[in-house]
T-cell receptor
Framework: AQTVTQSQPEMSVQEAETVTLSCTYD???????LFWYKQPPSRQMILVIR??????QNATENRFSVNFQKAAKSFSLKISDSQLGDAAMYFC???????????????FGKGTHLIIQP | NAGVTQTPKFQVLKTGQSMTLQCAQD?????MSWYRQDPGMGLRLIHY???????DQGEVPNGYNVSRSTTEDFPLRLLSAAPSQTSVYFC????????????FGNGTRLTVT
């Protein structure tokens, strides 16, 4: 079974600064998908960015980008020009193309609480 | 396009009561799932379905039942509520089990006293 580890339970950054959230995963599969989800205080789960493992190019969505290191099994999220609205829990998720055995192929990390200091 | 609609938003139950959390999606997604979220535990899979008539257990299925009679609906039933089921519940759907991202409902905060 895959595991996803977010080693930073909480991070704090000054508004307008850049912050990087770390995520590592353990897998023996070669094809998979990685996601970052944001959960603001409203509780809604929002997709931030996704990466296909077969793509070497790092995904980017506006101020959000990832550093995908397949050999190191690392998938960090960089938020540039942090804004107050970025304050949220961030979850890293791994999706295997396979399911069964009590799992749907999707594994979440335990989350990182991001605080934005004004 | 409503996405994933989850009701109710809040619910308080007494131990032993039963209830159904409703989930509906209008995106014609084959895959639907239920998660519970507890502090420090991330999201844990309760049950999932890869299509109408097909369901499977996730990581924490005990005390919960599901059915998938249509593509759109995936209700979660608590048979006899226990305080350990106090949690926030999320329904989610996606086009497939592979590279499609999950679309989440807005969650249900359930308290069992």
């Amino acid at each position: 079974a895959q595991t996803v580890t977010q080693s930073q339970p909480e991070m704090s950054v000054q508004e307008a600064e850049t912050v990087t959230l770390s995520c590592t995963y353990d897998t023996s599969e070669s094809d998979y998908y990685l996601f970052w989800y944001k959960q603001p205080p409203s509780r809604q789960m929002i997709l931030v960015i996704r990466q296909e493992a077969y793509k070497q190019q790092n995904a980017t969505e506006n101020r959000f980008s990832v550093n995908f290191q397949k050999a190191a099994k690392s998938f960090s999220l960089k938020i540039s020009d942090s804004q107050l609205g970025d304050a949220a829990m961030y979850f890293c998720a791994y999706r295997s193309p396979y399911s069964g055995g009590g799992a749907d192929g999707l594994t979440f990390g335990k989350g990182t609480h991001l605080i934005i200091q004004p | 396009n409503a996405g994933v609609t989850q009701t109710p938003k809040f619910q308080v139950l007494k131990t032993g009561q039963s209830m159904t959390l409703q989930c509906a999606q209008d995106m014609n997604h084959e895959y639907m799932s239920w998660y519970r979220q507890d502090p420090g535990m991330g999201l844990r899979l309760i049950h999932y379905s890869v299509g109408a008539g097909i369901t499977d257990q996730g990581e924490v299925p005990n005390g919960y039942n599901v059915s998938r009679s249509t593509t759109e609906d995936f209700p979660l039933r608590l048979l006899s509520a226990a305080p350990s089921q106090t949690s926030v519940y999320f329904c989610a759907s996606s086009y497939s089990l592979e590279n499609s991202p999950l679309h989440f409902g807005n969650g249900t905060r359930l308290t069992v006293t």
